[in-house]
């Protein structure tokens, strides 16, 4: 199992490089971007690393994450609208580049890349104190909430790593305007929460009372 688990997940992360690298290279007509090359190294890297850990330690949850497929379909909408936001933003971060409109100075950049791999740190921190995580929003047999660790702070903390991991991106591009097109993901994410909380509330024993317990839902003192 755990070979044929390899070669998909081997399978899909190739694809997700060669995706986003044209994504961000073909528009900015050229690989003489910097900033591109760093942006795939802390994305994939770490990725790649994470894959393996999760590979060894939980099979199960990564088999789980590659094949998951979302069934609400509000949270489809949810999927093609993040999808749309990635394909256009990465599109305008590589015209950035090609036409030289006005990039974010290095230090920027740089400083974006040390909050990114700070928050992926974070991201696996999620996955160890909760098991259940899952791609789509369900409820799986034997689940049980986890109100310790981060999810003491707030309710969704994996989205709340996510908010700052997609925000970062376009930083790391050094692009404003990809920026720009990049806010509309918290909009998106708290329709998903919504509609996650509604589920979960319903279908979940304790969750109801972990609302009570946990006032934050993304950032503390925010929402």
Partial sequence: MKKSLFVQAVGKFLLGVVLVGVLVFLPAGTLHFWRGWLFMGILFVPMFLAGLVMLKKNPALLEKRLNAKEKEREQSLVVKLSGLMFLVGFIVAGLTCRFGWYMLPKGVSI??????????????????????????????????????????????????????????????????????????????????????????????????????KVRWRLLPFIW
Avoid: C, W
């Avoid at 992926?120 to 799986?140: D, F, K």
């Fill in 111 to 212: 400083a974006a890349a040390v909050v990114f791999l700070a928050s992926y740190a974070l991201y696996a921190e999620v996955l160890r104190e909760n098991t259940y995580l899952s791609r789509t929003i369900e409820v799986q047999e034997g689940q049980q909430v986890v109100d310790t660790g981060l999810y003491g702070i707030v309710r969704h903390p994996m989205y709340s790593v996510t908010l700052v991991l997609f925000l970062t991106m376009p930083l790391v591009l050094g692009s404003v305007y990809a920026f720009v097109i990049f806010l509309v993901y918290p909009f998106i994410i708290a329709k998903r929460i919504r509609n996650e909380e509604q589920v979960l509330t319903a279908e979940l024993d304790g969750y109801a009372a972990y609302k009570e």
